[in-house]
């Protein structure tokens, strides 16, 4: 069954975008020579602090030398940015400019600080100016951009891929985003060797956040249920469509037989590079496709963490990494999912776990499969396991509702109630 009325007059068209890619080992050594082809002179690397201890943002900058370029490294990047973060690193940026390219270094939070930073050194106006509504005004960028070179060294945010830059605003105690398709990486550079020295915690929550991508991809509402828009009303979300789900797909084949194996080896260079391949696919899936139900949840569960310390992350400051926040309500999400489109849940959930018994119920299906793996890469039992009860609830449901972009590409219409539901069963996951 369809959630949704046959519009009066249905979507006939779908976009798809992504950056030019560049993968494999060795990859990362020739950030240099694809820049010299810009003809980019000064060269602004951004990266956090624990990225910038592993020396990769160093060589990345180093090797632009010979091709006459200077390189500059910011590495005050935040693990999960803030608007305060972001604005710290544009203020750097805009000091010490101009620049002619911008290249990030790290996980999705150095990414997405680059994004930041290369909006507000190209375009007039403040941070809040492009921040998405109903948190800020939803501008969009007048001028072009820099070019932006992406080289993710954790597997999982898929940044690199897409059009979107996620932060906390903290006054409002939310996570939101900025999303225009200029934001979008000119290039993506994926190298497997950057990410074996990303530890087995990182390794699970920022896989969760691959798999929750492509899984909320391939469910999301179908292009053609949305009423038709004018060219100027597209928006890099459309829905799901038959290019993204064939994204999203592969990237599920990619961790049934990699994600349980890098939690467990980091050293295991195969499975490395299976993970590094299923991010970048599942980017490009949800990156036109959209995301729906449990990132809409992830941010207020994010953004509200109070005492919560996960393994393998920095420990000066409480949080709940993303792609963990993601994971927590995304068994009870697809099960208030399921009826809007039974055989895709099936189907992705065989993709997943090709070995699994089906249920007896086949709504249980996806969120059996996806508890089991949650319990064998040590991912926690629910958000009464990260420090919230049944007295959050209503504040996270405030938090969720604020996410109207994400949750338009949900399969079904979601009200504070079901979203309320879906938290109380999420307190405890098994």
């Not at 370029?69 to 940015?81: K, R, S, T, Y």
């Not at 509504?133 to 001028?143: I, Y």
């Not at 038709?228 to 961790?255: F, H, Q, T």
């Not at 963990?324 to 993709?351: C, G, I, K, Q």
Request: charged share 20%; glycine share 8%.
């Amino acid at each position: 069954m369809s959630a949704f009325h046959s519009p009066a007059h249905p979507e006939s068209v779908f976009t798809y975008g992504a950056p030019h890619l560049k993968f494999g080992t060795g990859a990362s050594d020739e950030i240099g020579y694809d820049l010299a082809q810009t003809g980019a002179r000064r060269v602004l690397v951004v990266t956090d602090p624990g990225v910038a201890a592993t020396g990769h943002p160093q060589r990345v900058a180093d090797q632009m030398d010979r091709f006459g370029i200077e390189a500059h490294v910011f590495d005050g990047a935040h693990v999960e940015p803030t608007d305060e973060s972001l604005q710290a690193a544009v203020d750097w940026a805009r000091e010490h400019g101009p620049w002619d390219a911008i290249v990030a270094v790290g996980g999705g939070s150095s990414i997405d600080t680059a994004k930041a930073v290369n909006l507000l050194t190209t375009n007039p106006g403040e941070l809040m100016d492009y921040v998405n509504k109903p948190v800020g005004e939803g501008r969009a960028p007048v001028d072009p951009l820099h070019p932006l070179v992406a080289v993710p060294t954790t597997t999982g945010t898929g940044s690199e891929s897409t059009t979107i830059c996620v932060l906390d605003v903290l006054a409002q105690k939310v996570k939101t985003g900025i999303s225009h398709a200029r934001l979008r990486p000119t290039l993506a550079v994926i190298d497997p060797a950057l990410t074996r020295t990303q530890p087995a915690g990182v390794t699970a929550a920022s896989g969760m956040d691959i798999l929750c991508h492509a899984l909320e991809s391939y469910t999301a509402r179908p292009y053609t249920t949305f009423e038709r828009k004018r060219p100027e009303e597209r928006v890099p979300y459309c829905g799901a469509n038959p290019i993204a789900d064939m994204w999203s797909e592969k990237a599920l084949s990619l961790l049934a037989g990699s994600f349980r194996t890098a939690v467990r080896d980091g050293e295991d260079t195969e499975a490395r590079g299976r993970m590094a391949m299923a991010a970048t696919f599942a980017g490009m899936g949800f990156g036109n496709a959209g995301v729906h139900i449990p990132h809409a949840n992830a941010y207020p569960i994010a953004g509200r963490v109070q005492d919560f310390h996960p393994k393998d992350y920095p420990a000066d400051e409480p949080m709940v990494p993303h792609g963990m926040s993601v994971a927590l309500t995304a068994p009870e999400a697809f099960r208030f999912t399921f009826d809007a489109d039974p055989e895709r849940h099936l189907r992705a959930a065989r993709l997943l776990d090709p070995r699994a018994e089906q249920t007896d119920d086949p709504a249980e299906f996806l969120p059996t499969v996806l508890t089991a793996l949650m319990r064998d890469i040590d991912i926690p039992g629910g958000i009464g396991a990260v420090g919230y009860d049944e007295g959050d609830i209503p504040a996270l449901v405030e938090g969720t509702m604020k996410q109207q972009r994400l949750l338009a590409t949900a399969p079904k219409d979601v009200t504070e109630d079901d979203v309320a539901g879906i938290f109380r069963r999420s307190l405890t996951l098994w």
